[in-house]
């Protein structure tokens, strides 16, 4: 199983400011993915980032307000710009892996905006 | 679209009890099917993964079961105790596309 390491794990920050939240996986996968999960509810996918391309931000989703990056085959950031308190959210990092195509997670990055 | 639910969303029980727990899907063109536990303000833990050609997946006091034809799953608990306490969702992934569909989750309090 891949082991995901997420930080920031939990962060209160200001309105109007951005947050850049970081993924490191123990193994080389191919595709990456980041979730959102809001207070109370599941969780939504905001994009799917492969190396050495643009991600690919689902329906309601823009790069302006999420910029992700994807430097290499074990690494990725989401950053949350311009945060406003509907932002508050717990953001997870993913990637399935091997024939089964496993999910797996990271432990979160808590966000709160005041 | 695919649709996920889970039903009950919120179950308690005494310790010791055996408990299910049921996952139901609109599309039954599933590539695997996959329940995560998921304590609070935490990220997910992988439970069990059955994919689309299984009847059932099983580790330790943990069983769950596929129909596709009927998009239904369960998750079966035995002899539970309280750590087993948490949010329990299931999620599936369809035969074409990347992404997972995630049910709603069903808390789990397993009372001491």
């Known amino acids: 199983s891949a082991v995901i390491s997420q930080k920031p794990s939990r962060d209160i920050c200001q309105r109007g400011t951005s947050l850049t939240i970081q993924c490191q996986v123990d193994s080389q996968v191919t595709m990456m993915f980041w979730y959102r999960q809001q207070p109370g509810q599941s969780l939504t996918l905001i994009a799917t980032?492969?190396?050495?391309?643009?991600?690919?931000?689902e329906s309601g989703f823009v790069i302006d307000k999420f910029p992700i990056s994807r430097p290499n085959l074990t690494f990725s950031t989401l950053t949350v710009s311009n945060m406003s308190p509907e932002d508050s959210s717990i953001y997870l990092c993913?990637?399935?892996?091997?024939?089964?195509?496993?999910?797996?997670f990271g432990e979160g990055s808590r966000l709160t905006v005041l | 679209k695919q649709e996920v639910t889970q039903i009950p969303a919120a179950l308690s029980v005494p310790e010791g009890e055996n408990l299910v727990l049921n996952c139901s899907f609109t599309?039954?063109?599933?590539?695997?099917l996959q329940w995560f536990r998921q304590d609070p303000g935490k990220g997910l833990t992988s439970l069990l993964l059955?994919?689309?050609?299984?009847r059932e997946q099983t580790s330790g006091r943990l069983n769950a079961s596929l129909d596709k034809s009927s998009g239904r799953s369960t998750l079966y608990i035995a002899a539970s105790q309280p750590g087993d306490s948490a949010t329990y969702l299931c999620a599936v992934i369809p035969n074409t596309g990347n992404q997972f569909y995630f049910g709603t989750g069903t808390s789990l309090t397993v009372i001491p």
């Open positions: 599309d039954s063109a599933i590539y695997n």
């Open positions: 059955i994919q689309s050609s299984q």
């Open positions: 980032a492969n190396q050495g391309s643009e991600a690919t931000y």
């Open positions: 993913s990637v399935n892996q091997g024939g089964t195509g496993e999910l797996f």
